[in-house]
T-cell receptor
Framework: AQTVTQSQPEMSVQEAETVTLSCTYD???????LFWYKQPPSRQMILVIR??????QNATENRFSVNFQKAAKSFSLKISDSQLGDTAMYFC?????????????FGQGTELSVKP | DGGITQSPKYLFRKEGQNVTLSCEQN?????MYWYRQDPGQGLRLIYY???????QKGDIAEGYSVSREKKESFPLTVTSAQKNPTAFYLC?????????????FGEGSWLTVV
């Protein structure tokens, strides 16, 4: 069975600085998807970034980028120029290829606080 | 606007009652999901449906039931058999391969047992 581990329950960063959130996963699959979701105090789950395992290039979305190390089964999220609105719970998630039901498996989350 | 609508936002259940959470999507997605979130934990899958009139149990299906009579709708019933139903419930749907199979979420529903 697949598992997702986020080893940092809480992190904090000063506004405008850079922070990296860690995520490791365990799978025997060769084709899969990885995601980072943000959950602000409103509790809505918002997609931050996604990565297809067959792509070697790391995904980037504005201030958010990932460091995807397939052999090490690591998928960290880097937030540059942190803003107060980035304060939220961040979840790393794994999904098998689409024909396996598309079920997301979530880590326990990292609570990020951005301080002014 | 396209999206996923969950209702009600807040729901209170008395002991022994069944309650139903609504989930509607206008994204034309085939697959839909129900997740449960407890404090300090990640999301856990209750049920999912890949196509109309078909659904499968997730990791914590006991005490829950679903139906999928229409593509747009995937209601979740929390039955009296669910012993600890107080939680935050999230409905989701999945886009196609062309959109990276991304799963999009509704705004969630809080269920409290009183």
């Amino acid at each position: 069975a697949q598992t997702v581990t986020q080893s940092q329950p809480e992190m904090s960063v000063q506004e405008a600085e850079t922070v990296t959130l860690s995520c490791t996963y365990d799978t025997s699959e060769s084709n899969y998807y990885l995601f980072w979701y943000k959950q602000p105090p409103s509790r809505q789950m918002i997609l931050v970034i996604r990565q297809e395992a067959y792509k070697q290039q790391n995904a980037t979305e504005n201030r958010f980028s990932v460091n995807f190390q397939k052999a090490a089964k690591s998928f960290s999220l880097k937030i540059s120029d942190s803003q107060l609105g980035d304060t939220a719970m961040y979840f790393c998630a794994f999904m098998k290829s689409w024909d396996q039901g598309g079920k997301l498996i979530f880590g326990q989350g990292t609570e990020l606080s951005v301080k002014p | 606007d396209g999206g996923i609508t969950q209702s009600p936002k807040y729901l209170f259940r008395k002991e022994g009652q069944n309650v139903t959470l609504s989930c509607e999507q206008n994204l034309n997605h085939d697959a839909m999901y129900w997740y449960r979130q407890d404090p300090g934990q990640g999301l856990r899958l209750i049920y999912y449906s890949q196509i109309v009139n078909d659904f499968q149990k997730g990791d914590i299906a006991e005490g829950y039931s679903v139906s999928r009579e229409k593509k747009e709708s995937f209601p979740l019933t929390v039955t009296s058999a669910q012993k600890n139903p107080t939680a935050f419930y999230l409905c989701a749907s999945r886009g196609s391969y062309l959109t990276g199979n991304t799963i999009y979420f509704g705004e969630g529903s809080w269920l409290t047992v009183v």
